[in-house]
């Protein structure tokens, strides 16, 4: 028969364990240095297209640079890039000026 102190330190290490496992994949999946253009479409739940056009919106855009948050491609083969925590807090700042302003960056 099984000592039940012995079985609840075994339970206790088991969770210790998973929980670990857990922090662990949580934390590398959020944690991200530089977004793309997928990154950027999937946190406004926008297409490509939408992104590009807001990101070159000459408001935003200079706005974007200024603060050096976005790096815009040079040559054809060059994607964004963006630097993932200040896009982030961007975006949330300016949550109601970038919806108010996308039909005219749609429009350019």
Request: proline content about 3%; glycine content about 2%; hydrophobic content about 35%.
């Amino acid at each position: 028969m099984i000592d039940l102190v012995n079985l609840d330190a075994l339970n206790k290490l088991i969770d210790s364990r998973i929980l670990e496992k857990l922090t662990e994949n949580i934390d590398k999946e959020e944690i991200s240095t530089w977004w793309d253009i997928d990154d950027l479409k999937r946190e406004c739940k926008k297409g490509r297209q939408w992104c590009i056009d807001m990101l070159n919106y000459p408001p935003f855009k200079e706005e974007l640079k200024e603060l050096n948050i976005v790096y815009y491609p040079t040559a054809n083969r060059e994607g964004y890039s963006m630097i993932a925590d200040k896009m982030k807090e961007w975006l949330v700042k300016n949550h109601s000026r970038i919806r108010a302003s996308a039909r005219t960056f749609r429009a350019n």
